[in-house]
């Protein structure tokens, strides 16, 4: 994906539907005229421009493309669980314009290597914009520091854990101590390793019925608290992703009055889904963290709202399918989300949860803050757009998912929300009549 | 509206609310679980006839698929099984393909080939006859011999059989459960049996490593002091405890356990006279039970093992019943759609 090539090429005139910036200002589109990858002009002085193309957007919302913090597009890998040519086709479908590679591939991003092999593969092979996140730690194995100079010299815009821990606290102290010098961002999912030990689901009502392992909330909340703790007296700046339980946010929202530099992020299927998911033994919902209780749910849900945390990611996590077909507690946890989170974040906004502008706040401008980016839509920006139809239904099955992993949220039910159209600085990343 | 996934009841019982596999106890109601104790009151007649069989599967095949060793679970199965004329096959897993490396999928799709009629399965990890029942061929009953922590649902049944022939009716029955509920599927499906038939209290009596979160929310009380337990009881029933939870922190010894939480004769006299003693076996003596309390008179441990052959034979003869019917249900329909 050179900047040259997307600068080049035709213009496109976006006419009808409406406008909602990532801080969910809603405006009608009178026209949005994009030339050179940029946002060329807006309104009347839009309306009555030239252009080569034209895309009518009516019944449709135009945001600024939807920025993810966290997945996985499973390359470097074997490749049975997907590729970036596969998942960030998928991603582009979502209405996804960037996303956040986690660290956790075969082998682990650790070296300049695999950094240039990642964004190699993504200049060949991705509609969309790759921004690699380094590992904390050598082969995010919780013992030595990783090049973190050098992975950011090559292109990584964050370190974190990945799903893996950090058992010892020392180690963490000193990572974020040399984070800090260079003013990196580490991207950290929180949870006590010997706390969880080897549960799999949430520790509450369906464990105990179900005679599941339990996952206790105290396995991230302890971790939220170290690590809330040591990035006060480090200084560096903390993103505490994937986060589950209510007792979280109220802990990143105490730490913030404190002046303590923390964001946050949770997954968009925390926001629906609840423990009982699991009352069937359903082992897409084998995720980690677990979907934990309603209470917990309506907290993260509050969060998301309250601006405690900033952004809603996907976790896409593709597997083949025979790591999902087995008893639950053998199936590999996580499920292949990033073409639904939209029509997710569309559910929640039509049960009353959510604001249309917070879901979009959350999507874009958001997490785009979170590592220095803008996500907005106004004269000069780069032309990073999602067009999609709240109105219009599409049903994920075998044939209309587009990721390596089948093991969607929801399958064989119709789904609110349609994307219609993506935009890479002015680039077709996916269009859908 | 995006709704959380169903209970798993669909799976386990036909359109007319028949078994059609046996997986767990949650979601069957009063009158099937009184259905399945009565249908086994009859099977009791059989097991004291000289020849000790009934043609009810006569021509099927059983195949009793142990991915995790029983030695007694396993027998009275087979034994079950036999005295309904199935052919049975016994397949110990874990020893031979798992160990392999072989998925649980692969194996069932090479069991599927040789035309089984049901599979009982026992597994260490729970939902495993769940899994088995969503990917077999339709037609196959699958028995739940004990998965994992979460359900031992034909233990439970012959448990019930064994309090309802001492004790008549569930109706204002008060029973302990004393031990490891944490890692006791046996114990999930007692409590939900003793619910569903209308037991008046059902109090656990364990220390707190041995429960499981919010267990209260599976319908009972906790009491931790065993004095104050078994009190009244007409009904106590003794967890096996295993020796490995002394490493996992959860006890501290046995001696302390025994003393605290052991069924002596000294805390039996505390329950009600005509209280009566049960076990799933096999009995830890001096862990959990004393010897005495073990082989004395009000313990009902060994009606326990004669009743499991009666209540497994009920739970094959009513889900393959239930297979039955419903294949020739939607045989008539198809006949019926020919011909409209």
Known sequence: ?433 | MIANAASPNHLQLTRDGQLRHFLTLDGLGRDLLTDILDTADSFIEVGERRIKKVPLLRGRTVVNLFFESSTRTRSTFELAAKRLSADVLNLDINTSATSKGESLSDTLLNLEAMASDMFVVRHAQSGAPHFIAESVTPGVAIINAGDGRHAHPTQAMLDMLTIRQHKGAFEGLKVAIVGDVLHSRVARSQIRALNELGAEQIRIIAPGTLLPRDVESLGCTVEYDMARGMKDLDVVIMLRLQKERMEGALLPSEREFYRLYGLSQDKLALAHPECIVMHPGPINRGVEIESSVADGPQSVILNQVTNGIAIRMAVMSMAMGGQVAERQQKLTELTERGQA
Not at chain 1, 227 to 243: C, D, F, I, K, P
Not at chain 1, 354 to 365: C, E, I, N, P, Y
């Open chain 1, 1 to 433: 994906m050179s900047g040259n090539e997307r600068s080049s090429g035709v213009s496109l005139k976006i006419t009808g539907g409406q406008l909602l910036d990532g801080h969910g200002v809603e405006t009608s589109n009178i026209a949005l005229l994009i030339r050179g990858g940029r946002i060329a002009a807006t309104g009347e002085a839009a309306r009555h421009a030239e252009a080569d193309q034209t895309f009518n957007a009516d019944g449709c919302f135009i945001t600024p493309g939807f920025v993810d913090l966290y997945c996985n597009l499973r390359e470097p890998g074997n490749g049975q669980k997907g590729n970036i040519a596969s998942e960030t086709r998928a991603a582009a479908k979502g209405g996804f314009t960037t996303v956040c590679a986690s660290p956790e591939t075969s082998p682990v991003n650790d070296s300049r290597a695999v950094t240039h092999l990642i964004r190699d593969a993504a200049v060949t092979d991705s509609p969309i914009r790759v921004l690699p996140v380094g590992a904390l730690t050598r082969g995010l194995e919780g013992e030595m520091l990783s090049d973190m100079a050098g992975l950011t010299a090559a292109g990584c815009i964050a370190v974190g854990n990945g799903s893996r821990g950090v058992r010892n606290a020392r180690i963490l102290r000193r990572c974020m101590a040399y984070a800090q010098t260079f003013g990196l961002t580490i991207m950290f999912r929180p949870e006590n390793q010997s706390l969880a030990a080897d549960g799999y689901a949430h520790d509450g009502l369906v464990t105990s019925r179900l005679g599941l392992l339990g996952i206790p909330e105290v396995a991230e909340t302890a971790s939220v608290m170290e690590m809330l703790l040591l990035a006060e007296e480090t200084g560096v700046r903390l993103h505490l992703s994937q986060l589950s339980c209510g007792r979280s946010v109220e802990m990143i929202a105490d730490a913030r009055r404190r002046g303590i530099a923390v964001t946050a992020d949770v997954a968009m299927h925390q926001l629906v889904f609840t423990e009982d998911a699991l009352a069937g033994f359903d082992s897409r919902f084998h995720l980690r963290p677990p979907l934990r209780s309603e209470a917990d749910r309506k907290a993260l849900v509050a969060g998301v709202r309250e601006g405690v945390i900033d952004a809603i990611v996907s976790q896409h996590l593709p597997h083949d399918s025979a790591a999902k077909q087995a008893p639950l507690p053998a199936t590999e946890p996580g499920l292949s989300s990033i073409e639904s989170v939209l029509s997710l974040g569309l559910s929640l906004v039509k049960r009353g949860e959510l604001a249309l502008s917070d879901l979009v706040r959350g999507l874009t401008s958001g997490p785009a803050s979170v590592i220095g980016r803008v996500a907005s839509i106004g004269h000069d920006d780069i032309a990073d757009l999602c067009v999609f139809d709240p109105k219009a239904h599409w049903t994920p099955d075998d044939q209309s998912l587009i990721s390596a992993g089948r093991h969607a949220p929801v399958i064989g039910q119709a789904l609110a929300g349609v994307v219609r159209l993506t935009l890479v600085e002015g680039q077709e990343a996916w269009v859908s009549a």
